[in-house]
């Protein structure tokens, strides 16, 4: 049975050191990457339903994260800051599952 094609998050080695991370909680650390997963896996293009971010951080968290730019908060939902350059895109996962590429995203850099 073929396995259903899977999504990665990439992420920079040095992400722990750069100046808007360092600083952050545990939890908001935890809760970032959680939501960069979030947005992998539903192919969102960044976007987070305010919702769905409460499932995965507290308000205090998510201001946490909106203060240190890593979230922006528009149109009733919180957004990955810049996540398209860096993730791989809805229409770009849809492309290669299109061609039957299984693990979508690993190592793709033109996402």
Excluded: W
């Excluded at 769905?52 to 890593?70: D, Q």
């Amino acid at each position: 049975m073929a396995r259903k094609s899977r999504t990665f998050i990439k992420i920079l080695d040095e992400f722990p050191d750069h100046p808007k991370v360092v600083g952050l909680s545990d939890s908001a650390f935890r809760a970032y990457i959680e939501l960069v997963c979030y947005c992998s896996r539903y192919l969102t293009d960044g976007a987070i339903p305010e919702s769905a971010a409460r499932k995965c951080a507290a308000p205090k968290t998510v201001s946490e994260l909106v203060s240190a730019g890593l979230l922006d908060r528009h149109s009733g939902a919180v957004h990955i800051h810049d996540y398209l350059d860096h993730q791989t895109s809805r229409a770009r996962v849809e492309q290669l599952r299109a061609m039957g590429k299984q693990n979508v995203g690993k190592g793709d850099t033109d996402g």
